[in-house]
């Protein structure tokens, strides 16, 4: 069949039914009718606090209200923070097509590894993470007039950071206006040279959520005030089950089909803990759908979670084929700030999985837990942005009465060793008496300091050390990998521990399917070493690598090469998605190490050499095999378990590095390698040689 395009004109009476349209939506937005008195009380205000329903028009019209209310004047930046990266892309490109411009312009995204902002740039949303790294070049954030901390209530461990500092830039700014000169950190030379002589006008800082305890940000900030905006733009139902539901896969699975059968038009989402998750029910769905009647509605899935390429996160945002009903398959990572088209169920099992840390072990593991009723709120808050909207939650309402109100700060759950490098290369010496909304246990702050030291980031005396401690805080990774980077570089074998640490960063590079349990061991076995998973994850990505260089060498094109990948991937079961985050992840970091300095060196076949090299990174993470069969994590004394996924389970290995600690009925240790025990003391006397 012939296929049609608009003429001219009417391709211009279409761009100008969307303009109408978008203009028509802004006004009925419930944020519309009080923007003058939100500009007021920002320019009355060095701090407000704005709470307002899911989908009010927070943060989509805010920044507007205040860019034309001049706050952008003498080229000022208006600066939005968010958790996640999905979200800052979306929104800004929502909010670039409202100003009808382009990306990167007026409105720009800046998140890491990707920058689309100009000198243009007067609206910038990126993720808190990239706002605290811009602080470390500029510490008094001199180029914005107002930062808004958007969706604060999930507390991540940036934002809970971010806010400590953003108070001291604040009160900074002030000082300088009065002197001229200033001092952010205690003992940071650099911060108080670059800090002299500037002149800025006070920082106005917005901390903004539709579910956040105003009072206790309030108080944090000297009293500031809270403006409520009141009311929704489109109701939403909540249902909840009559039955406790055992098994919360199951019953996501039936309620999509119960949707998709028995409810009108509209796309749905649904929320689970992981990669793992999705894609498993993913298949279930296809498996499903094929029991229908080929002349019934589709159904198609899409995925989005924060190991995911980022283009293919951003199919979730498109449209269905006609004829189609979307299932979006999310994490958390779609939970606040988005506004996903066409969704107006939403199903939310009600579990997350979240990061828990115990600061007298040191050990942080991933623990699959009830959500808060914040996050609840959020997830019925996907729907109902376009049109009146359904949640399905999956748990009686009694259990929704027993949840807690708000999630545990991550700052209280994790290892804080990150937190540390990074405070302490803003300046900020004294940690401890840093003022963080809510303070972190005095173990776990010891137990960071400990560990950087150990890692050779701090010198004794607490300081950053030269060079080592500014390369890692530099490295956007954990401080640990950031180390593994720069111990192998002495080793000479930075091409495998990059791939390495890239492999390390995405979730489920094997798959294997029910039916074809035999077939993908039997393709798993062919990239397995003995020596351990990380050997075999660099197998994997050079048999990868071969293949598109075999494709190179026959003068394919970019598409064709992606596509022989693909084949290769299904073939020997390897997760084409993951691998090709890893891709990404690798690039980027490379360039990093690069920039850094680094001298790129490959340790070819002398795996002895990669296994010591691995030991030298990673010793805090050993374990020793114990005479009934379990395992000893050697710094915390824990007892471990080898996870049934690693290429090491069954076998009778003395001594081993680990990657990672995940709890679920016993402590599993993942992404093993056998080391020599010896090895350890050789190699990381200032841990574990003992005196003669
Ligand atoms: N990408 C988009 N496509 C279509 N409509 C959108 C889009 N982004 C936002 N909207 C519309 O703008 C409304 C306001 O969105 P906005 O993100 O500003 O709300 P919010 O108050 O910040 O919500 P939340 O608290 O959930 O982040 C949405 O409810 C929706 O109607």
Redesign the pocket.
Known sequence: MPSFSAGASSQKQQFARGRQLIRQ?RKS?P?ASVEKRLVEEVRNNDTLIIV??????????LPQFLYDGGLCQDGKVIGITQPRRVAAV??A??VAEECNDHIGKKVGYSIRFDDSTSNATRIKYMTDGLLLREALLDPLLSKYSVIVV??AHERTVHTDVLLGLLKKVQHSRANTNKNGKTLLGHSQNVTIKECQGIRCAPLKLIIM??SLDAKCFSDYFGGAKAVHIQGR?YPVDILYTYQPESDYMDATLVTIFQIHLEEGPGDILAFLTGQEEIESLERLIHERARLFPPESSKICVTPIYSSLPSEQQMNA?KPAPAGTRKVVLATNIAE??V?I?GIKYVIDPGMVKARAYNPVTGMESLIIIPVSKAQAL?RS?RAG??GPGKCFRLFQESEFDKLVDSTVPEIKRCNLSNVVLQLKALGIDDIIGFDFMEKPSRTAILKSLEQLILLGALTDDYKLSDPVGHQMARLPLDPMYSKSLIVSSKFKCLEEMLIVVSMLSVESIFFSVREKLEEARAARKRFESSEGDHITLVNVYRGAAECLEKSRNANAKEKTMEKALNRWCRENFINYRSLRHARDVHRQIQGHVQQMGLSMSSCGDDMVLFRRCLTSAFFLNAAMRQPDGSYRALATGQSVQIHPSSVLFRTKVDCVIFNELVRTTQNYIKNLTRIDPLWLAELAPQYYATEE
């Open positions: 939506q937005l944020i307002g329903e899911t989908g009010s028009g927070k943060t989509t019209q979306t929104v490109k929502r958007d969706e959520s539709a733009q945002f606040t700030s506004t088209p959020q808050g942005r376009e």
